[in-house]
């Protein structure tokens, strides 16, 4: 059972380009998280989804960012018009429903975006 | 707004000492995660804390919640260079919420 999958592991961007981050859940998890961290900081949340679905986009800057978990295929964050304060650590996990009791969040190895 | 604040940021201890890091909401939480993430590395689930005033055990960690479900504690006892990484707290604040991350508490361990 292939454990949570992010790619690219390292992305290069110039200013004003676009970013696109990949996540595929374990299998069987239907909720994916992602979150950022910055250099020695701790991991911010930024939108939680379910299939085909948003349920918490609290943590998502109103502009340039957007994400998506289609019913078929990876959940990809996406963001437009990428700036230097963007550069971060972005990590995608995954947890199975709820309603079986366990809710712990398995963690892909993340995409360190550099924007040059 | 729902915030999990986590002490101390940092730790330093000399091999065979005890750490203790601590976590506080200022609400009452669903249940509380613990995480370790390596240098480098992603962070990789623990435990899970559920119940008020639930005490879990791994080996030489001590995990607790207490009976107000508002805080939580992690203690190692008698570190070793391998417990080196930094330690997170993650709280629900309600079932099928989201996860919220404290800011973590790096330990370094001297040997």
């Known amino acids: 059972n292939a454990g949570v999958m992010q790619n690219p592991r390292h992305l290069v961007r110039r200013r004003g380009q676009e970013a696109r981050l990949r996540c595929s859940p374990m299998k069987g998890h239907s909720h994916v998280y992602w979150y950022r961290q910055l250099p020695e900081e701790g991991l911010k949340f930024m939108v939680y989804l379910q299939k085909e679905n948003i349920i918490d986009e609290s943590g998502m800057p109103k502009e340039r960012f957007s994400a998506e978990f289609p019913k078929e295929g990876p959940s990809i964050l996406r963001i437009q018009q990428v700036v230097r304060g963007d550069s971060a650590a972005y990590f995608c996990?995954?947890?199975?429903?709820?309603?079986?009791?366990?809710?712990?969040?398995?963690f892909g190895q993340g995409t360190r975006l550099t924007v040059v | 707004g729902q915030q999990v604040m986590q002490i101390p940021q940092y730790q330093h201890v000399q091999e065979g000492e005890d750490f203790t890091t601590y976590c506080n909401s200022s609400?009452?939480?669903?249940?509380i995660q613990w995480y370790k993430q390596r240098p480098g590395g992603h962070p990789v689930f623990l435990i899970q804390l559920v119940k008020s005033g639930e005490v879990k055990k791994q080996k030489r960690l001590t995990f607790q919640f207490g009976e107000a479900k508002k805080n939580s504690s992690l203690h190692i006892t008698a570190t070793q260079t391998t417990d080196v990484g930094t330690y997170f707290c993650?709280?629900?604040?309600?079932?099928?919420?989201?996860?919220?991350f404290g800011q973590g508490t790096e330990l370094s361990v001297k040997p």
């Open positions: 993650a709280g629900r604040f309600n079932q099928g919420g989201k996860l919220i």
């Open positions: 996990a995954s947890s199975p429903p709820e309603w079986g009791g366990r809710t712990e969040a398995f």
């Open positions: 609400t009452t939480l669903s249940n």
